[in-house]
């Protein structure tokens, strides 16, 4: 395979939206931040490589997928995708970036840190590799994308060789960044993937639903911690007209399958899907996400771009994405509990759009993938600049900046707390198109 490499049906769409993103509501390069006047047109954008333990199907990877395409083009570009010996990857995920993947090797990672801007870790321990290595001029940045103890770990033997942590959400942050430098960066999306090629009742029709039922939607890995059987476990407690649409992929696909076929027979529709997820949202009633962890799932924006109702359970950035019974609704994660939330969203329709049009402008303010890109570039800038680093691009003349000592990890670095929340950051050409959906005062209440 030849890098970069990039689907052809995906890259007519996805360039078709480009402008778009750069037609927003603060252009490119003027941001507020006073060190952004150093950036003129005519310079080499910076390089960004991403370094992590695989490049499979995941939120992680195609978080930085995302990144990768809203970066201003001007300023920023990924260079390069590293992945640890031994790691997994998945050719469609290859496609989808558009730099070329090569392995990380101790030295492959070292050269990356001596070489170019920026560097973002994730999943791996990054001391092992670059502790006390005098040579490092790029500024390295960890992303924390879970809340468990495999996270903490990670940031633990982490700490010696990164100058920052980045945060998915402010319960990341709060489990995780206990004591190091950090910024809370929400994720978004790249809404291209939601793109459709049916109607929803064709679609339907073909996944085997009729109009009277109401469909549950789960989109993500098939692994322990997402608890897809939570799902048919609640639905195999309500009327038969409640079914399940499970787009998903992971090593529980058969024995879900078994579980369907045990408790739900008739009643479910599985498959794999890639591209144009919209087609499946647009077939859900509502969306459902009961993890027992997560950071910051980029399905639950995508349902909400869908305006879907959504019933999670309350790890993660759920807390401060969902407010309940307004945009969706939280749940502790028994079985019971949950089918009684479905039972509601499907009894009180009006109520379930109502929540499912919230949801959708909720979306349409935080969500998006150009947002986040424009936070990450502030981020890239404040740190490169307390490096004594041009924000102009390498130096030319063949010599290398005298490294400075790495990022002090005492207070966080400017963004507050949940700030990628708090305030959008400006909304695109396209959004200013869309009348925004505000339900009358009287309307906005937690409902049944």
């Known amino acids: 395979m030849s890098f970069p490499y990039r689907d052809p049906q995906f890259s007519e769409y996805g360039e078709s939206l480009r402008p778009l993103a750069q037609s927003a509501a603060v252009p490119y390069g003027l941001g507020t931040a006073p060190h952004r006047e150093a950036m003129t047109l005519g310079a080499q954008p910076l390089s960004v490589v991403h370094i992590g333990p695989c490049l499979s199907r995941g939120g992680a990877e195609q978080q930085v997928i995302d990144l990768g395409r809203f970066l201003n083009p001007q300023r920023y570009r990924l260079a390069k995708c590293l992945v640890l010996p031994g790691g997994r990857i998945d050719p469609s995920v290859v496609r989808d970036f558009d730099c070329p993947v090569e392995a990380a090797t101790p030295d492959a990672i070292k050269q990356a840190t001596q070489e170019h801007d920026i560097c973002l870790f994730w999943g791996m321990s990054v001391d092992q590799f670059l502790e006390n290595d005098p040579n490092r001029r790029a500024a390295c940045i960890f992303l924390a994308h879970g809340d468990s103890w495999w996270t903490q770990?990670?940031?633990?033997?982490?700490q010696k060789s990164i100058d920052h942590f980045v945060a998915v959400s402010e319960g990341v942050r709060r489990a995780t960044c206990g004591g190091v430098a950090h910024s809370v960066i929400l994720n978004g999306v790249d809404t291209a993937r939601l793109a459709t090629t049916q109607s929803r009742r064709d679609v339907r029709k073909r996944l085997g639903f009729q109009d009277k039922d109401f469909v549950i939607g789960f989109v993500g890995r098939f692994a322990p911690e997402k608890n897809v059987e939570l799902i048919i476990r609640a639905l195999a407690l309500l009327p038969r007209r409640y079914k399940a649409l499970i787009v998903g992929w992971g090593p529980l696909k058969q024995p879900l399958l078994e579980l369907g076929n045990d408790l739900i027979p008739n009643r479910y529709a599985f498959v794999s899907a890639e591209r144009y997820l919209g087609d499946y949202y647009q077939s859900m009633d509502a969306f459902s996400l009961l993890s027992d962890n997560e950071g910051f799932a980029l399905v639950?924006?995508?349902?909400?771009?869908?305006?879907?109702?959504?019933?999670?359970?309350?790890?993660?950035?759920?807390?401060?994405?969902?407010?309940?019974?307004?945009?969706?609704?939280?749940?502790?994660?028994?079985?019971?509990?949950?089918a009684d939330a479905f039972r509601k969203l499907e009894r009180h329709r009006h109520w379930s759009a109502g929540i499912g049009r919230e949801a959708r402008e909720y979306a349409l303010q935080h969500g998006h993938a150009s947002r986040m890109a424009r936070q990450y570039e502030e981020l890239f800038d404040r740190l490169l600049t307390e490096k004594g680093r041009s924000l102009t691009g390498p130096d030319r003349d063949g010599t290398r900046p005298a490294l400075s000592a790495p990022y002090g990890l005492g207070a966080p670095y400017g963004l507050s707390a949940g700030s990628g929340m708090s305030v959008p950051y400006g909304l695109e050409t396209a959004q200013a198109c869309i009348a925004p959906y505000g339900l009358a005062a009287q309307q906005r209440q937690a409902g049944p």
């Open 153 to 158: 770990n990670l940031i633990r033997n982490s």
């Open 300 to 338: 639950i924006i995508e349902a909400m771009f869908a305006g879907l109702p959504i019933v999670a359970t309350k790890v993660g950035a759920v807390p401060e994405v969902i407010e309940h019974g307004i945009n969706g609704l939280t749940v502790d994660g028994e079985v019971r509990e949950v």
